[in-house]
């Protein structure tokens, strides 16, 4: 290209909207780092505790409506500037997506998750992708979830409800295959096809037992048809 424009060889590249870049015989790693400090410093959070989880065990939001009121443009500039670091970040996904759903009338209840989220943030800063050379890379996925919301790579409400905690996973677990196998074959297309099976990580031994169980497919695929139905 520098035969045909006017151009200028900056070198390696090291800082990218707001992504930072360093490469090495090792491979490539990219985190945002001066992102999550410049976040930290205009909310205020710079002084913050760290944390080692962005949400406390078990936490569910709920429409808080007896809950002080937040000013629901400055929650909303606090998901959008979250939200950016999700590109990167999956560990954050879930939580960003949980308070993002209260952007409308966020409280006092919404902020304090959010303040969390800041407070995970501040220990792990450093935290983020290497993509490592020569090494031959393979993705694998872990689901979890209760009777009305489903955690997958997508992090998304689930569009069913089951009638007992095995069935639950199990419907999540093949949710989760199914993105698996959209994944491969979207990476054949890019001329990087996976090798062998794709493990899927389920926490419950249940629904891993049903999974085994060729006999129980039909039937627990006609009830999800039913849950659907209704």
Not at 6 to 28: K, P, R
Not at 46 to 72: A, F, H, Q, W
Not at 82 to 98: E, F, P, Q, W
Request: charged share 20%; with cysteine; proline share 2%.
């Amino acid at each position: 290209m520098m035969n045909e424009f006017d151009m200028t060889d900056l070198g390696l590249m090291h800082y990218f909207l707001g992504i930072e870049v360093v490469q090495s015989a090792a491979g490539n790693f990219i985190c945002q780092k001066k992102y999550v400090l410049k976040v930290l410093e205009r909310f205020y959070m710079m002084s913050c505790n760290p944390v080692g989880t962005p949400t406390e065990i078990g936490l569910k939001l709920t429409r808080d409506l007896n809950g002080e009121r937040i000013y629901n443009t400055y929650f909303k500039q606090i998901v959008g500037s979250l939200m950016y670091l999700t590109s990167i970040r999956l560990d954050i996904m879930h939580a960003v997506s949980m308070i993002s759903r209260y952007m409308d009338n966020p409280t006092e209840m919404h902020l304090k998750a959010t303040k969390r989220i800041f407070r995970y943030l501040k220990g792990t800063s450093n935290f983020g992708i290497l993509y490592k050379k020569g090494e031959k890379p393979s993705f694998f996925g872990f689901n979890d979830s209760d009777y009305a919301g489903a955690i997958s790579w997508s992090s998304k409400k689930q569009q069913l409800v089951t009638l007992s905690t095995t069935e639950v996973e199990f419907v999540v677990a093949a949710s989760c295959s199914c993105q698996a196998i959209r994944l491969r074959r979207m990476l054949e297309v890019l001329v990087h096809q996976q090798q062998g099976p794709t493990t899927i990580f389920c926490d419950n031994v249940s629904a891993i037992k049903l999974s085994r169980n060729l006999v129980m497919h039909g039937r627990q695929t006609y009830r999800c048809s039913l849950s659907l139905l209704a």
